[in-house]
């Protein structure tokens, strides 16, 4: 089993078109550098990636000791990491204790219906993470120079941010947006901001290029994007980079203002829960 690369393709969120327009942010042919530093979520999914390959490579069984020689992590690290794999479905433990391919693994290794398996999948990594942050999860790709939600998670406690302006046209406001143009080069991010004007959306919304350019420069990569209602009156919302090799997205979330004391709290539980997520775009 070899390391795929990541991120699939996936349909657009809510009537959106799946059709995405060509722009290229440089010359044509030519890609956006990026400002990849390693986070939490991609060193744990690199991880797992190494002992899903290690259990592939034994489709009758392999020992946690025989998993932790060969893939070199500690016993501690190793545990942790089988059981996020268990309960995702992507290992199994068989009666001598010995670990087996599960049946997640199975439905996206196959080609075929690998888009929808993939969808569902993430579908229910979404729904148990909104249930265990209590805020609506969305995932989000900057395709094409574009901002785009690919999915989300909400529920009737738990409502998804009313898309009063186009995520695509306001970037510079939301938590995704700046958290997916917060992954690209200086250039990447001028060439996005001057193809979308920087419109005042409530009065926190910050218009000036050279503030939100200072910022997303200051902004560690390990800390969760925060939006505090410069997009919406009556929300605030959080990002964590979910992103590896020349793909750039996100993972998201939202809550009205009347929750925001929760927000730092929920950022932090939803950087934590991105490693899963991104292990399913992963395969």
Same mark, same amino acid.
């Given at each position: 089993?070899? +390391?795929?690369?990541?991120?699939?393709?996936?349909?657009?969120?809510?009537?959106?078109?799946?059709?995405v327009?060509?722009?290229?942010?440089? @010359?044509q042919?030519?890609?956006?550098?990026?400002?990849h530093?390693?986070t939490?979520p991609?060193?744990?999914?690199?991880?797992? !990636?190494?002992?899903l390959?290690?259990?592939?490579?034994?489709?009758?069984?392999v +020992?946690?000791?025989?998993l932790?020689?060969?893939?070199?992590?500690?016993? &501690?690290?190793l545990?942790?990491?089988?059981?996020? !794999?268990?309960?995702?479905?992507?290992? &199994?433990?068989?009666?001598?204790?010995?670990?087996?391919?599960?049946?997640?693994?199975?439905?996206?290794?196959? +080609?075929?219906?690998?888009?929808?398996? !993939?969808?569902?999948?993430?579908?229910?990594?979404?729904?148990?993470?909104r249930?265990?942050?209590g805020a609506? *999860?969305? *995932?989000?790709?900057?395709?094409?120079?574009e901002?785009?939600?690919?999915q989300?998670a909400?529920?009737?406690?738990?409502? @998804?941010?009313?898309?009063?302006?186009?995520?695509?046209?306001?970037?510079h406001?939301?938590?995704?947006?700046?958290?997916?143009l917060?992954q690209?080069?200086?250039?990447?991010?001028?060439?996005?901001l @001057?193809?979308?004007?920087?419109?005042?959306?409530?009065?926190?919304?910050?218009?000036?290029e050279?503030?939100?350019?200072?910022?997303?420069?200051?902004?560690?990569?390990?800390?969760?994007v925060?939006?505090?209602? &410069?997009?919406?009156?009556?929300?605030?919302?959080a990002?964590?980079?979910?992103t590896?090799?020349?793909s750039?997205?996100?993972?998201?979330?939202?809550?009205?203002?009347?929750?925001?004391?929760?927000?730092?709290q929920?950022?932090?539980?939803?950087?934590?829960?991105?490693?899963?997520v991104l292990?399913?775009?992963?395969i």
């Amino acid at each position: 089993m070899s +390391t795929p690369a990541l991120f699939t393709p996936l349909g657009g969120y809510r009537g959106h078109s799946q059709a995405v327009r060509k722009r290229p942010t440089k @010359a044509q042919g030519e890609t956006v550098a990026l400002k990849h530093e390693p986070t939490a979520p991609n060193h744990s999914a690199q991880d797992a !990636l190494r002992v899903l390959e290690t259990v592939a490579r034994h489709s009758t069984g392999v +020992t946690d000791t025989e998993l932790a020689r060969r893939t070199g992590l500690g016993t &501690e690290r190793l545990t942790a990491l089988l059981r996020m !794999l268990r309960r995702e479905g992507y290992v &199994e433990q068989v009666a001598d204790g010995e670990y087996v391919p599960g049946a997640s693994l199975s439905r996206l290794g196959s +080609t075929h219906g690998h888009d929808q398996a !993939l969808r569902e999948k993430l579908q229910h990594t979404l729904d148990r993470l909104r249930d265990s942050v209590g805020a609506a *999860i969305y *995932i989000s790709r900057y395709i094409d120079g574009e901002v785009h939600v690919t999915q989300c998670a909400e529920g009737p406690t738990t409502p @998804a941010v009313h898309e009063w302006v186009d995520f695509r046209s306001s970037a510079h406001a939301s938590a995704v947006g700046k958290s997916l143009l917060g992954q690209l080069d200086l250039n990447g991010r001028r060439d996005h901001l @001057a193809r979308h004007k920087m419109a005042r959306l409530t009065s926190r919304t910050i218009t000036s290029e050279r503030v939100l350019l200072s910022r997303l420069d200051a902004q560690p990569p390990t800390v969760p994007v925060l939006d505090l209602q &410069e997009y919406a009156v009556g929300t605030v919302c959080a990002a964590v980079p979910i992103t590896a090799g020349s793909s750039v997205g996100c993972l998201a979330l939202s809550l009205p203002i009347e929750h925001a004391h929760r927000l730092r709290q929920a950022a932090e539980t939803l950087n934590k829960g991105a490693a899963p997520v991104l292990l399913s775009l992963a395969i």
